[in-house]
């Protein structure tokens, strides 16, 4: 009997300690209720009108933006725009922080100060910034002119490639520093061990060094996604009115066309598509991490 009481009574502190954190969490709470949950609530509410003047509740909206090819494609662009950026990103990112991680401490500062400093500038300022670098008369064509490997201007202002060369400049601190973080924390003795065994650096590479970066590599490429195709200053910028992505469409149909239902439809639909490759990813990754624990 006494041991049933003194459980008892061990049970209720217990609780009313982690009931008594819970007041700190209020403040957080408010601020995410009021700053998101609220938005997102009205968002889906607005898609859910079937009229310009939001009067007539319906699914019409919805309807006319499933069955237009366009909206589709314009879909089907933005995923695309996201996918290509990570590929490139991570064609750079990954080979930089190998570098960064294999480096003296003295290189790490200068390599981590150049990654950072581009964050420390705002994103108009460097989208604007590649619009003279990615010009007729910009540094690469002028390059590509003087050396002789072409005879004329390229167009990449207001196409995929250069919006994809911007968006990688842009994205790549955000590929990197998970990179770095996961990959710095790795024991040394792992790769030695490798080495001892008789792999190669290339099979080290591979069989060490990339299974035990997966979660960097992950996280890297769910930032740099979300970002990419959310990206709505370098895609108006860069790709201009040839290039139309969701968010293009959100800020027409809600500032210029004023059709806010059709916005709050596209806007569900960028938020869903996004969420549903991000989560797609992540179930990759823990299926790939299963399976090199195994």
């Known amino acids: 009997m006494d041991h049933t009481v003194q459980q008892g009574s061990f049970l209720i502190a217990s609780l009313s300690m982690r009931l008594q954190g819970w007041h700190l969490t209020l403040p957080l709470a408010f601020v995410f209720l009021a700053f998101f949950v609220t938005p997102l609530l009205i968002l889906f509410a607005v898609s859910g009108f079937a009229d310009e003047k939001i009067t007539q509740v319906g699914f019409k909206t919805w309807v006319g933006f499933v069955k237009d090819p366009f909206y589709w494609i314009v879909t089907g662009n933005t995923l695309k725009l996201g996918v290509l950026t990570v590929c490139a990103t991570l064609l750079i990112g990954y080979p930089l922080a190998v570098v960064y991680t294999n480096a003296s401490v003295r290189t790490q500062k200068i390599l981590i100060m150049l990654i950072i400093m581009p964050m420390l500038l705002s994103v108009v300022v460097r989208t604007f ?166």
């Open 129 to 294: 910034a590649w619009i003279v670098i990615l010009g007729k008369e910009g540094v690469i064509n002028q390059t590509l002119l003087s050396l002789g490997l072409s005879t004329t201007p390229l167009r990449l202002l207001q196409t995929e490639v250069g919006l994809i060369i911007s968006l990688t400049q842009i994205e790549l601190p955000l590929m990197v520093l998970p990179l770095i973080s996961v990959m710095s924390r790795t024991d040394q003795s792992v790769h030695d061990a490798s080495s001892a065994l008789g792999a190669s650096r290339w099979r080290t590479f591979f069989k060490v060094t990339v299974p035990l970066s997966l979660p960097g590599l992950i996280a890297g490429c769910t930032l740099v996604f979300a970002s990419a195709t959310t990206a709505f200053i370098s895609q108006s910028v860069i790709g201009g009115n040839r290039l139309v992505y969701l968010p293009l469409i959100v800020w027409q149909q809600s500032l210029v066309v004023y059709n806010w239902p059709l916005a709050a439809v596209a806007a569900v639909t960028l938020l869903l598509s996004v969420m549903s490759c991000i989560v797609l990813l992540n179930l990759l990754g823990r299926r790939g991490m299963r399976y090199l624990n195994v």
